[in-house]
């Protein structure tokens, strides 16, 4: 901006537009009307402020008024966008160009100004403006309506043209190994209206795979032959090189009649995607046939070893993957954080185990378990970090399977099935409708009880004698170590000593000690040493006791309690004739750590036992 020394030279000329209404000149003179600088030259002084100007019912806004009939030129200074001589928008404008501010603009060049002014200038005129506008804008909006309707045209074209209709005979249904024919069986049962399956059609299939790869199932089921993709599926559920229909007008530079031509990309979203199965005269008929197909197929399992081996494998990793789920659920409901990533594969591992041995209403209640002991240890340390109480429940739940796969006889009590929380569209195909067993009762026990038996060729020559085995060097004798009866009392005793000294200990000293004594086991005893998982297993059984017990007794009783039910651990814990029961060893062993905590901290003298 071109500006003249502050102060000198400086004159304002108030130019009245012609035909402006008399009411508007006089609010515009008495607007501008300066006296003059102040003595630096650089601040405005009015002659009357502006809360004291009379707009004679048009409002407050002055400065809109006086634009509307009245242009103020400030001599000597010059606008920085159009560079003309610099007409005042408003009083406070004088001020910043006075103070050096280059970057005001005039009233011509302000964006909204005028248009503002004009309606108090000329008000009809201003209306039949803003009727051509809306008129314009309209006929725009059209234009862009019917723009985007074709657009959305040319890509159902595209879509007809890329996945036309194919029927093929029934008898080229592609051959499928179990796990395919269980997931083509569910799609086909469960998620199909009018012979058009789409997932999301259903909201009832919240899940469809009880590992939650539902994206991958339905990719797989297309990539195996089995589903197509229907043309009359959403325009959304594919990938397109040009997504959105703003984008495809900035593409053609704003015209509407040169918009690019829709392009797919070659991705989709299976789980919006619509799909049919192409194996019938139509649609229908073929999911129909579908159905039966894949049902007979799977019902011939039971005459096939090979395929019953698959079943077998199969059905072990849904109820393993459906416990994984349920842990998952009851630690959400327990307001715990998610067990993290690089620890996921020990919670897999200890179900893939336990569904081997147990049903999947077993496999509930382990789960169960551990993650309620681990809510009552968050409640029981607020403290404590919440991802620390999460990894505290899977150590519960890999406790609880070493009992459960060690002993059949504990921990028995099956789960129903929670409301809230339904079992996986499979997992429901393959128990009610291709096993037709119930899903929370079964486990691979009674499924073997159905294995065919293996078919042997009968052959008529005498069968050449085998090669004769090496005979089996004995296994070397196992070595225990000595365990003196003094150093591990009676656990009636001990708890007695407890009971004695109870300002001595706490249970919170009985949890930390025992990763000492699961630490004190693994340098005792070897881990191929068969004492070696029985005590881990004990000692895990009696910690989770002392958790269970702490829900509903004091913390001293459930420690005592704890004690006492070592007792119940009876597998004998060294040679013959000074072998000790494997609980009273494990409770041995707490008391010694206890003692190694340090004298303040120790919770009994020692003594000979009774």
Not at 165 to 170: A, F, I, V
Not at 266 to 280: E, Q
Not at 562 to 583: F, T
Request: proline fraction near 7%.
């Amino acid at each position: 901006m071109s500006n003249s020394p502050a102060g000198q030279d400086f004159g304002l000329d108030v130019q009245f537009l012609d035909g402006a209404p008399s009411h508007l000149v006089d609010i515009a003179r008495r607007y501008w009307d300066l006296r003059g600088l102040d003595e630096a030259g650089v601040y405005p002084l009015w002659r009357t402020p502006v809360r004291e100007i009379d707009t004679n019912g048009w409002g407050g806004r002055h400065h809109l008024l006086a634009a509307a009939a009245s242009r103020a030129v400030v001599k000597g200074y010059f606008c920085p966008s159009c560079e003309e001589e610099f007409s005042l928008p408003n009083r406070t404008a004088l001020n910043q160009i006075l103070s050096g501010d280059t970057r005001v603009v005039c009233v011509n060049c302000h964006p909204t100004l005028i248009e503002e002014a004009e309606e108090y200038r000329n008000p009809d005129a201003a209306a039949l403006r803003r009727a051509e506008r809306r008129r314009e804008k309209q006929s725009l909006n059209e234009a862009y309506a019917d723009a985007e309707e074709h657009w959305i045209k040319a890509h159902r074209e595209v879509l007809g043209k890329e996945f036309a209709l194919h029927h093929h005979p029934e008898e080229d249904f592609p051959e499928l190994d179990v796990r395919w024919e269980l997931a083509a069986l569910t799609v086909v049962r469960n998620a199909t209206e009018g012979g058009i399956i789409n997932i999301r059609d259903h909201p009832e299939l919240s899940v469809l795979s009880p590992g939650g790869e539902d994206a991958d199932v339905m990719e797989a089921l297309r990539r195996h032959g089995v589903l197509h993709v229907h043309p009359s599926t959403a325009v959304s559920s594919q990938l397109w090189r040009i997504t959105a229909f703003g984008d495809a007008v900035a593409a053609a530079g704003g015209d509407l009649d040169d918009l690019p031509t829709p392009e797919l990309k070659g991705s989709y979203y299976p789980l919006t995607t619509r799909f049919y199965v192409p194996y019938g005269d139509d649609v229908r008929a073929a999911v129909e046939s579908a159905g039966t197909r894949l049902l007979r197929r799977l019902a011939r399992v039971f005459k096939d070893h090979r395929r019953f081996a698959a079943l077998e494998g199969l059905l072990a990793e849904v109820i393993a993957k459906e416990a994984v789920r349920y842990f998952d659920y009851k630690l959400k409901e327990h307001n715990l954080p998610a067990i993290p990533e690089e620890k996921r594969p020990r919670l897999r591992e200890a179900a893939d185990k336990l569904a081997r041995v147990r049903c999947l209403g077993q496999l509930y209640f382990a789960c169960w378990a551990a993650t309620r002991n681990a809510a009552a240890a968050a409640r029981r340390t607020p403290r404590a970090p919440m991802v620390n109480m999460t990894e505290y429940g899977l150590k519960n739940f890999e406790d609880i399977v070493q009992v459960m796969v060690r002993d059949d006889t504990k921990y028995a009590k099956v789960f129903r099935e929670e409301v809230k929380f339904p079992l996986s569209a499979m997992t429901r195909t393959l128990f009610h409708t291709v096993l037709d067993m119930h899903p929370m009762e079964t486990g691979l026990a009674q499924i073997r009880e159905m294995r065919p038996a293996r078919t042997v060729p009968v052959r008529n020559e005498v069968p050449e004698p085998g090669p004769v085995s090496p005979a089996r060097e004995p296994e070397p004798e196992l070595v225990h170590p000595e365990l003196e009866e003094k150093e591990f009392p009676s656990v009636e005793l001990q708890a007695r000593r407890l009971a004695d000294a109870p300002e001595s200990w706490s249970s919170q000293d009985f949890a930390v000690a025992f990763q000492t004594v699961r630490e004190d086991i693994s340098l005792v005893w070897d881990t191929d040493h068969p004492s070696h998982s029985t005590l881990q297993v004990a000692a895990g059984a009696l910690e989770m006791h002392l958790l269970q017990l702490g829900t509903y007794l004091k913390e001293r009783e459930s420690v005592l309690a704890m004690v006492l039910a070592a007792g119940l651990y009876r597998e004998l814990i060294g040679a013959r004739p000074n072998a000790l029961p494997s609980g009273r060893v494990v409770v041995g062993l707490l008391v010694e750590a206890l003692v190694r905590r340090g004298p303040e901290e120790g919770p009994v003298a020692e003594g000979g036992a009774e």
